[in-house]
Structure formats: structure tokens, C-alpha cells
């Protein structure tokens, strides 16, 4: 009979244990970042238990089978509270996937080499933002890999949401009333771009002049009717103890206002339940929340790959669950062998609905793989969810440059105390005729200024 020294019972009192001292490591057999830049996968860190689904459970689960009501016991302590309760009284299926070692398929090809090849250059300044290791802007990919510091992995996720230097995501929401009806639907436009970090557009890794800007990113909505035109641009300084410059273009006066910016726990629209500054869970700047803190750390189920096909028309994804069927996007999951749950507070925010929030990272890639956050009074309040994957299902393939392009494909916002529900995918187009774009030097023009702005809304 064959023993195995590290089993599940093992590595959940070991994570335990860290977590009681205070000291948390990323990896168990090796140091993580070490054995990914060696291999480029984290098998060597790991037993084989976190490294498949059908270990981790003994096999009783394994890919290709659903997690629900009749099993979800089984993988609890993967999920987060709220996952948990839609499965067992929602109606709410997860797909098992076989886990992508890969890191490569795992987040932008060139965001990736960046971090491997810029691997200990970063560091923070005296006002708190990260820098080159000559002090000036970060040049690129994540500049904490693999780290088990709380600030650290929020200032990376932030430095750089979409992992691209620029794009435009074509987006429909639905929102969801709690009978199960689809209440409101709209679509959209999302754009972002980096004049700084950049890995894969020239210039780079700086857009000349802008050094002192994180980011442009811009919001258009294109339907229906009674929004159509309107839109919200945020120009982001480099300084994340600053807010971004917020502006919105009215229809209804044909006018660009600018809006206080330190009010981002809003919805952007009616029946909406999505905040500004739910963005990737990181949607405000890193210094304007504190009180950072590891709170978890363990393995996970999160949905990385298999979630787009190019069979389904304009990538739209089927639907489950709920009163209707109407309020859970299919999603699929795989086992994350090791991740941190990072809490913080909203410092500057003395009028924040949310007390903390607590956000979920696969060491692997410092990818968000969810959050929660909590109201004034402790209690759970909303979840943030979101849907990764490399847009190539081995039939055919969207490519972003020389690789297959890597994205988020559907995210779902749930407030826990009304019972709504907010999901948006990913899609090729609209009915506009905007469409999804990658690194594309054309954006700017189209969507991440003023004058776009005026020029959409008449």
C-alpha cells in the first residue's frame, strides 16, 4: 500500500498553521516563483493533492463533472460564503476543468515574459507607489510575483487590470430581480490603456509625456435608447495616493461635466449592481484603501480556462440557475493549488457603504479569482466574481498578435442583502458595431478622450 506523506488532511494544517503564525509562504515542497521561472508551471512547489481535483477529493470529483447542491460539501473550503449558498439554494453549477499548468495560458503571453524577465526590479518610494529599481514608473508585468504581502499583491493587480497595454472589451449586462426576471439589459463599451508598463505597444515601456499616468479608461454605453450616448472617462494619475480625474458626458445636455471621483460605491447605471470600484477588484487607487492584511491562504477553484467557445454566436454564454434560469452565467473551475485572500479597509472613503473587502489571488499569476465585501456593520454584502480564459478552444482561436488572446470572458455581481443580481460578458461585437480590440493604436482616438466622448453622444 502506498502512503502518501502529504495528503489534503496534510497541506489544509499546514496552510492552518501559517496563517496562525502569521507567516504565510507561497508554495509547500519549493518556493513558487523559483519553480515557475525554472519549468514555467508550480508543480514542483506542490504535492501531487493540490495539483488535481480528483486527489484533492479522493476521487469523488474530478473534470467533467458538475459541482452542486448534492455535493458542494465535498469542495466548501475552496469556495467563497456566497458561491457556497447559490449552489446550495440558488440553483448554481460549476463545471470541473482539468487544472492549466501552463502559466503561459494563464494571463497575456508578453505580460508574462515581462514578469519573469523584470523579476526583482521593483520596489516602492517614499510616497508609497511602486517604481523601477532606477525610481522611475514600473516598466512592466507584475512587479510582486508570487507574492504572500497584501500590499504588494493589490499594487500589482492595480498597476495593470486587463494585463494588456491597451484594449476595448464589447460588453452586455443583465441585470437580474430577485424572481429571476431579466429586469434591465444594456450594452457597452470598456476601454482601457497604459501610457505606462507597457510590454507590447510601441513606444514602450512609456507613452512620452504621459509617465505620470497609470491609465485612460473610458465607458460607453450603446443601448438601450434611454442611455445611449452617455458615457464616463477616468484619467488615472501614476500617484495612487491621488483620485482619478473623472468626466461624463450627458445626452440629455449635450455637455461633459466632471464628477467627484472619491464617490465610487455607486451604480453606474439603474438596476445595475456594479460599482466603479468593483473594476477587477482593484478599482480604485491601492493608496486610498489600507489596513492590508492576509486573512487565507490555501487552494481554490477558480474559473482560468475552458469558458469560451467559438461555437456559442458572438461568444454569448448559456445561462442556469435562479427562478428563470436567467442568473447564473455556465462557468467552469479548476483547482488552484495555493492562494491568498488579501483584506483591506477603505481609508479614504469615510462614506463607503463596505467596511473591508476580502479578494482572492492565484499565487501562480496574482490573478483575482474573486471578492467579497462586507457593509458597515460586518455583514456580507456583495461578491465580485469573474471568468478567465485563453480565446482558443483548439477549433479555432482570436489572436493578439503572434499568441492567442487571453481575457476575462463573464463576471457576476451579486449583492447578498437585495438578492439582485449584475452579469456582463465579454462579446465580439455590438449592435453598434464596436467590437472587442487588443493593443490597438486606433483606441485612444476612438474611445479614451474627450473628444470621443462629445463625438458618441450626439
Known sequence: MHIRRFDAGFTR?????????????????APLWPAIAAKGTADAAFPDELLSIEAYTKGKLAPG?????????????????IQIAQIRTMGRRLRLAPET???????????????????????????GNVVNEDGRPWIGGN???????????????????????SCVYAIKECDVGTKGDVDYRYEAIWAEMSPVARVAMDPRPYLEGDEDKLRYQSIFFMSPDDVRGGSFLNIWPYDQREFPDLFGYVPTFKRIRRYPTNQR??????????????????GDPFLTWGNYKVVATGPALAPLSGNWSSARENWQVPTHGGARGNTFYDTAVELVPQTITVEAEPVKFPRAP???????????????????????????FRSF???????????SRVMDGQHPYWSWTHVHAYNVQTGRMTRIEQVAKLSSGDRMRVNDQEIYDLYLNQGAMQRRGR
Open 13 to 29: 494544517r499546514h496552510f492552518l498553521d501559517q496563517i496562525a503564525r502569521g507567516v504565510v509562504t507561497a508554495g509547500v515542497l
Open 354 to 380: 463596505v467596511s473591508k473587502k476580502q479578494v482572492r489571488f492565484d499565487l501562480r499569476t496574482m490573478l483575482p479569482i474573486g471578492m467579497i465585501s462586507f457593509d458597515r456593520r460586518g455583514d456580507l
Open 385 to 395: 466574481d469573474g471568468a478567465y480564459s485563453l480565446y482558443d478552444d483548439g477549433s
Open 101 to 127: 499548468k501552463d502559466v503561459m495560458r494563464l494571463s497575456p503571453w508578453e505580460y508574462m515574459e515581462a514578469t519573469l524577465r523584470n523579476a526583482g526590479k521593483a520596489r516602492f518610494d517614499a510616497n
Open 265 to 282: 460605491f455607486e451604480p453606474m447605471l439603474p438596476g445595475s449592481d456594479l460599482y466603479l470600484s468593483d473594476a477587477w477588484a482593484a
Open 65 to 81: 463533472k458538475d459541482i452542486d447542491a448534492g455535493n458542494v460539501d465535498l469542495v466548501a473550503d475552496l469556495l467563497d460564503p
Open 143 to 165: 512587479p510582486f510575483p508570487a507574492t504572500t504581502n497584501g500590499l504588494e499583491a493589490f499594487a500589482g493587480l492595480t498597476l495593470s487590470w486587463g494585463r494588456h497595454d
